[in-house]
């Protein structure tokens, strides 16, 4: 049943594609029969969307209901084990991966008791899996906090820009900042077209980010985009689905 | 059945996750109903290791089914008592984790379990092996339970007969729980959550405290501290009563010594003046004194205006804040206002005299009746003058305090004791008619300041030293 988890974060600038990247990394190991609890940890919540699946309460719904509600349960009641549970409602079940959206940010008070109860359930919950992806915004917050452990591999998402790029390197030194540690850094370059596919190779060399992957403008994502259609489904005959094939390969999933 | 099981029985099975997908079926949780009980009973009236169970057993039930269930243990020893009932309830969470398989969350009448369908491919199939595992583990590993009976009920009628019953018990359970005391116990639980920015700070929780946060009562503190007791929720042995009326006990003082790494030697836990419980930075509301009246103001977190003093909550906490023991200041939790002992040796309630309404209202059947009307907020206040009208007419009990004074007014004053590390407010911040005066505690001794530095730089280029002309 426990296995040891191997711990994925997907981060970048907004709008490089981080959520597209994490959802079809989510499929390709499902695909591969591993048992996947996906985080989306951005307060943008979009990963849900992308994955074609419903969720409506998150960890910040649940914070707050403890904040709001922790005077008027019993005085003897264990919090852990209800803060336990309401995870566990908010949990959506999909086949071969579950899914936890983070949610909003906290409010004013004191949440250390409430993050420190956090803490020692998600790594409990976190055991029961293969693989943890979490979708992340830039700033590494749920990391600073400590809600996740170590990361083996910390994938950056960036477009043909060189501010994408710039991204990547301040993530870099910002990790070297967190107490989590980090045993790996990769760059994935989203939006690749043939004019940018030079530039950012070289980019990449010269600010000493590793580069393993270059997903291509993909027109099925383009067009399931502009319609709000989940990428999930995405046949393997995508040119980004294969792409993602070939990356997973290099970070051996 | 002997003692053979289908099953392994560990606590390496603790955390095990029965998903929806490898679920065989799902009993009680958010979409049906249950609870778990267990009452203390006549050794006589017990048939020990004995099962009932009322309703359907798995092997009755569909693959993929939801269910009702309830848990009724009764237990009975010479040394068992209704008190212990809850603790021993709270075990069966524990060990039905500890089944392969098994998947167990949460607590009483919100029970939620789930059980695999590899479990079930194993022979689990009837209740009866899952209650006779509990049964021998509450045996095992409580053994004040000289006998131990369960009863499981499946059945949606039955369940929820029941369920009334078992709620009239947790009622009255809570009930003896809000009645704990201080005299009640002797473990308090200290934290050490807020350390990093606050390394002075010593966190006491007690039955008559709660965490400075709001967050942490003295059961979460001893829940967590009976789970690890080296993390950040531990246990501090009272030690002896040195005073019951401002709640100073050796042990908290040794504690404070040991946390504060030699700050502070002394924390009264129900004093507002004389070495009060520090503050973290975390706290829910601020005390403060207002010496116009001689009386204390509260102001919260969430309250965005002035308090009579003409500051903000962000002003007095950042004066109080960062684990220190500020004289005229004190962060509390909220539910402190609900204690018995709410800074009983600086007058309680009736030193209170403002705080915003928001504030009032949350707590005001907490507040003794006869002073509910006399405690004002920014609607009837808005300056030390207003207060002052407000508290006169309604005639406050600070009023007399006020004559008091002005007949003892002559009396020299002397200056009171004060440990190392105590600070006083930063004046410069202080409107100017803000000054503080501490009362004077009745035990003596003007041993004067001591004052520390700690890695202190000073650079002096000259030193002058004038006889005074």
Sequence with gaps: ?253 | MADEFPFEISPMFEGERIRKDGMYVELAGPKSKGFELVRAADINDIEDDKFTLIGPDLSDMEEGSRHPIAMIYKIAGELVETDLESIVERRNHEFQNYIQGLMHLNQRDDVWLRLGTDAVNKGLTSFEYIAKAIMMLFKNELPFIEKVEAIYITDIQEVEKELDSAKEVYKARDERTRNLHDEDVDTFYGCTLCASFAPTNVCVVTPDRISLCGAINWFDGRAAAKVDPEGPQFAIPKGELIDSESGEYSGVNEAAKRLSSGEYDRIKLHSFFEYPHTSCGCFEVVGFYIPEVDGIGWIDRDFAGTAPNGLQFSTMAGQTGGGKQVAGFLGVGINYFRSPKFIQSDGGWNRVVWMPKILKEKILNDIPEDIRDKIATEEETSDIESLKNFLSEKEHPIVVRWNEEEEENDVQETPSPQQQGYEAPQMMQMPSNFMPSIPMGSSGGSAGMKIILKNAKVSIEKIIIKKDE
């Design chain 1, 1 to 253: 049943m426990f296995s040891v988890t191997k711990i994925i974060a997907v981060t970048g600038k907004g709008g490089t594609g981080k959520t597209v990247t994490t959802s079809l990394l989510i499929r390709h190991l499902t695909k591969t029969d591993n048992l996947v609890l996906a985080v989306d940890a951005d307060p943008d919540t979009n990963l849900p969307e992308t994955l074609g699946c419903n969720s409506s309460r998150t960890i910040g719904d649940i914070k707050e209901y403890m904040h709001e509600e922790r005077d008027n349960l019993p005085p003897d009641i264990n919090k852990e084990s209800i803060l336990e549970s309401k995870i566990y409602e908010i949990l959506e079940e999909m086949p071969g991966y579950d899914l936890i959206v983070m949610g909003r940010p906290e409010g004013s008070g004191c949440y250390c008791y409430v993050n420190n109860l956090l803490r020692g359930i998600m790594n409990k919950l976190v055991s029961n899996y293969d693989v943890l992806i979490i979708d992340t915004e830039a700033g590494l917050e749920h990391f600073s906090r400590k809600i996740f452990k170590d990361v083996d591999e910390l994938i950056v998402v960036t477009d043909g820009s060189r501010r994408g790029l710039r991204t990547a390197e301040r993530i870099r030194e910002l990790v070297g900042e967190l107490e989590t540690e980090v045993s790996n850094i990769y760059v994935i370059a989203n939006k690749v077209t043939d004019t940018n596919r030079e530039i950012i190779t070289s980019t990449a060399k010269e600010l000493d980010l590793e580069l393993i992957g270059m997903i291509p403008v993909d027109e099925m994502i383009v067009e399931r985009d502009m319609a709000g259609k989940p990428l999930f489904d995405l046949p393997d005959d995508s040119t980004a689905v294969q792409e993602i094939e070939r990356i997973a390969q290099k970070l051996g999933l």
